[in-house]
């Protein structure tokens, strides 16, 4: 596939300075500077402290991933960077950078969703994706349904079914871990704990899952009850005097996130007849929520696709992939006054 074309991505609206380059759904590098270690004290993502981060990690993170792929930077055939949604100051500094070698190499500028670069980035690992398809996007930003008929956002490509009403999924296992002493981001420590706990402790409760809510939020998440409901658990356990069984509460919350994540996601597709579901974002690395997606999608005959955890937290081949699939499908380069947006809505792919 050597005609297929070679682009360079960066990705800074969190925590992360990823640039990744990929020739068409081939993976070339995929470099990844996280401040993660800078905010961890603070019990989260400090806006100011990841811009700083990003604006010192860029140069640096460009050099390893050409270096990696084994190309000049004046190899690329476009470069490929999101404009959003993110944190605003974190955004500027990848947009900046993307501009910057857009114009020193003359080469097409793709400002790209954050979003739909967690969907295009299974073609790294899976091949073409299958379109239409369900995609689940979930991470410490966001949780969202979208059906999904062209990537790039062509006539409507990237279609929102549902969000969560109050907090991201990813945040509400990161406010848990908090809860239980586990250290930031909580996810991965609440997957690891879970593996030693029972995921029938407690019953947590299902949020938006009663046929009332489910007249009007039927593909909509809400997880703060769940996160107030383990909060009281603790808290009533700590006033008895007696241990918190850490390893139990962390089963036992992650059942009750993954079980509705997983239920909802399935009944979109199958509302539309879709028999391709996508799972991408930070908490598409959960181990939980991979299996009993599989587990329940097989006896409906859907199919699921989960990238590898390394591509579903946030990196620049997810940014790479999705520009790819731009200049493949002969979209238009954005204009190089592309603003960095940080409450760019998903219908918007291409800014
Ligand atoms: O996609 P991502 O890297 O960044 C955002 O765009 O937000 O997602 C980060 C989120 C964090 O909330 C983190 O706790 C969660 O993904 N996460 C996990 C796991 N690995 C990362 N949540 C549950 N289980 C995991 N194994
Ligand atoms: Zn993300």
């Known amino acids: ?41 603070f019990g989260g993502v400090v806006p100011e402290v990841a811009s700083r981060a990003h604006l010192e990690a860029m140069v640096p993170t460009i050099e390893r991933a050409c270096e990696t792929a084994g190309i000049r930077p004046s190899d690329v055939d476009a470069i490929a960077v999101t404009s959003g949604p993110g944190l605003a100051g974190a955004l500027l500094v990848g947009v900046a950078a993307a501009k910057a070698l857009a114009v020193g190499l003359d080469k097409p500028l793709y400002g790209v969703n954050h979003l739909a670069a967690h ?102 998440f809400s997880f703060s009850g769940l996160k107030t409901a383990v909060a009281r658990w603790v808290e ?30 399935l009944d979109a597709a199958s509302s539309e007849g879709i028999e391709d579901l996508l799972i991408g974002g930070g908490v598409a690395a959960n181990s939980r929520l991979r299996h009993l997606a599989e587990e329940r999608a097989a006896k409906l005959g859907i199919r699921v696709r989960v990238p590898r955890p390394g591509l579903c937290t946030d990196n620049g081949a997810m940014v790479a992939a999705l520009g790819a699939e731009m200049v493949a499908r002969g979209r238009t380069p954005s204009s190089l006054d592309l603003p960095a947006d940080s409450s760019l809505p998903v219908t918007e792919v291409l800014a």
């Open 1 to 41: 596939m050597t005609d297929a074309p070679l682009v360079l991505g960066i990705e800074t609206s969190c925590d992360e300075t990823g640039v990744g380059i990929v020739r068409g759904h081939e993976l070339l590098a995929d470099a990844v500077a996280s401040s993660v270690d800078e905010h961890a004290r």
């Open 236 to 265: 009533a356990r700590e006033r008895s005097g007696e241990p918190v069984p850490v390893a139990d509460v962390a089963a036992s919350f992650q059942e009750a996130v993954c079980d509705v994540l997983v239920r909802k996601a």
């Open 119 to 220: 969907v295009a980035v299974d073609q790294l690992e899976h091949g073409a994706l299958p379109e239409p398809c369900v995609a689940m996007l979930v991470s410490g930003g966001h949780s969202s349904l979208l059906r999904v008929t062209d990537v790039t956002g062509a006539d409507g490509g990237v279609d929102p079914m549902g969000a969560t009403i109050d907090d991201a999924a990813g945040e509400a296992f990161d406010k848990v871990a908090r809860l239980l002493g586990l250290p930031f981001p909580g996810g991965p420590h609440i997957d690891r704990a879970a593996r030693e706990g029972s995921s029938v402790y407690v019953d947590f409760p299902r949020g938006l899952t009663s046929r009332r809510d489910l007249e009007r939020h039927r593909f909509d």
